[in-house]
């Protein structure tokens, strides 16, 4: 009934029926923010091409609405219009469509589906967090930032050539996943949790691998990073407990602090003569690490660069002073250096430490 709906100047301000489907009347223009008083009543909405904008919130938790056909008239889709859609499958955005706001599909549970038309301008972000269905999505033709942070059963995804900006931030089911040469960075979180990722290979070109970028990644077996890359950010590899082996690339200056903290099967790893730092508990936790060479090229080692690491036996290094109390805790290195492994006292030369008063862990 037309008179459930309260409209002024064309904008819809609150529809109070209990109907399952709703009809808005022709000549609104735009639908405010969480005008249905019953959202959970409500199965279908058809809208008239008379509306130009549908603002922030305007349909969130219309949770049981399968499907919505979207008028040509549309310019803009504020922040989240279709949030808590659980019913909802599939989308066509209208070609006409300018803007689609931050979260706008968030918790749409059964979105398998999107397409984006060429008419875009703005994408916002997270759009689709929490999208546990998504498989499908097709950006507007030459854009370069794909946004799929949260989409967590997503499995696959081609990133299409002329891409610069990524973020699979909680993509936990990725699987696969192809990076194209236009990517010159891997920016703060774009991969971190995306815990069934077992490799990847980064495009020659990439200059940084920023913090946070591949935390936790729990399968992570193999990564290929390029020579192009000059610095690994803070926490960029850590908790990543099944990488094995990394080469790093013969550009790198800075790898960050806890870069690869605590990735507990890494054995092998290869530090380039033209690194210059080597950042706080970088390595600490590494515990399957038996041997390393420090390049002259370091002048910086932060403390507790590779405490923690139980198998390290061996370290090749001339310059002795990186090398104390301060980053060998809890290592037979550090041992051999007379390092207590508990507190990073110094040990006697026949009993324990002379600090803490306890006996020396390694023989």
Not at 243 to 264: H, M, N, R, T
């Amino acid at each position: 009934m037309l008179s459930d709906f309260i409209i002024d100047n064309g904008r819809l301000l609150s529809y109070s029926g209990e109907e399952s489907h709703v009809e808005v009347p022709h000549g609104v223009s735009s639908i405010a923010g969480n005008v249905f008083l019953h959202p959970e009543k409500i199965r279908s909405v058809t809208l008239p091409d008379t509306v130009l904008e549908l603002e922030e919130h305007a349909f969130e938790g219309c949770s049981h609405v399968e499907s919505i056909e979207l008028p040509g008239s549309i310019k803009i889709i504020d922040d989240h219009v279709f949030s808590h859609w659980e019913a909802l499958r599939e989308i066509v955005i209208p070609d006409g469509v300018e803007t689609v706001g931050d979260e706008c599909f968030e918790h749409c549970s059964a979105l398998y589906k999107v397409s984006f038309p060429d008419s875009i301008r703005n994408l916002g972000r997270a759009m689709f967090y929490g999208c546990r269905s998504l498989q499908q999505v097709r950006f507007p033709k030459g854009w370069d930032t794909i946004d799929l942070s949260g989409c967590f059963g997503l499995k696959e995804f081609q990133v299409p050539e002329g891409v610069c900006v990524v973020d699979f931030y909680q993509c936990n089911a990725l699987e696969k996943l192809n990076i194209p040469k236009s990517l010159s960075c891997i920016e703060y979180k774009s991969f971190a949790y995306c815990s069934s990722l077992r490799e990847l290979e980064l495009p020659d070109g990439v200059y940084a691998i920023e913090d946070f970028a591949f935390e936790h990644c729990a399968k992570l077996e193999s990564i290929v990073i390029p020579d192009s890359v000059r610095s690994i950010g803070r926490r960029a590899f850590a908790g990543c407990k099944s990488l094995k082996s990394v080469k790093l690339p013969s550009g790198l200056e800075q790898l960050s602090d806890e870069a690869f903290s605590g990735c507990a099967a890494l054995e092998n790893i290869v530090l380039p003569e033209t690194l210059q730092q080597i950042g706080r508990e970088s390595f600490f936790g590494c515990a399957s690490i038996k041997s390393i060479a420090i390049p002259d090229s370091v002048h910086t080692m932060g403390e507790d660069a590779f405490s923690g690491c139980e198998r390290l036996e061996k370290i090749q290094c001339r310059n002795k002073k990186l090398l104390d109390a301060r980053n060998l805790r809890n290592s037979p290195y550090g041992e051999k250096l007379g390092i207590c492994s508990h507190c990073g006292g110094r040990l006697g030369l026949f009993g324990g430490c002379s600090r803490c008063r306890n006996p020396r862990k390694y023989r």
